[in-house]
């Protein structure tokens, strides 16, 4: 593997990190219902989970397109979506499952309905993003070899 790639897969597996620790403390912050401060500026009348999931999804949007664009940029040949999701292997979503689960109890147990259906649909788009971010690391691996 050339240095070029070898900095690739550590930047992509450094942002997948970032991916995870967003989930981690998303989860978190709705078990132990705490408070949440906004990154993006929020005018709209908002729950504080619905605040919380808006800002998880920028977060995790903003990595998923760092890792798209990285994987184009660092591999010589250019893998259709569907190759890069299945380059990925299944140990590496055991995490994003584990974290699924708990967003789905926590969406279970959400007072509100609609702060249910967000939750879920939130939880559901975090394992597709982890399925494209660590595609996109086994991807440029892949194409060193």
């Known amino acids: 593997m050339n240095s070029n790639k070898k900095v690739s897969v550590i930047f992509l597996s450094i942002v997948n990190l970032l991916t995870l620790a967003a989930?981690?403390?998303t989860e978190l912050t709705m078990v132990l219902d705490a408070d949440v401060t906004s990154i993006v500026p929020i005018k709209a009348h908002m729950t504080v989970n619905q605040?919380?999931?808006?800002?998880?999804?920028?977060?995790?949007?903003?990595?998923?397109?760092i890792s798209i664009v990285t994987t184009y940029l660092s591999t010589d040949v250019p893998y259709s979506p569907r190759e890069?999701?299945?380059?990925?292997?299944?140990?590496f979503m055991i995490?994003?499952?584990?974290i699924f689960a708990v967003a789905v109890y926590n969406g279970v147990t959400a007072e509100l309905s609609q702060d249910r259906v967000w939750i879920i649909l939130n939880a559901v788009y975090f394992v597709l993003v982890n399925l494209i971010n660590f595609g996109c690391v086994l991807t440029v691996k892949y194409d060193s070899e």
């Open 95 to 98: 995490l994003p499952v584990v």
């Open 84 to 91: 890069i999701i299945t380059n990925c292997a299944g140990v």
């Open 23 to 25: 989930g981690v403390v």
């Open 51 to 65: 605040i919380l999931l808006l800002n998880f999804t920028v977060i995790i949007t903003v990595t998923m397109l």
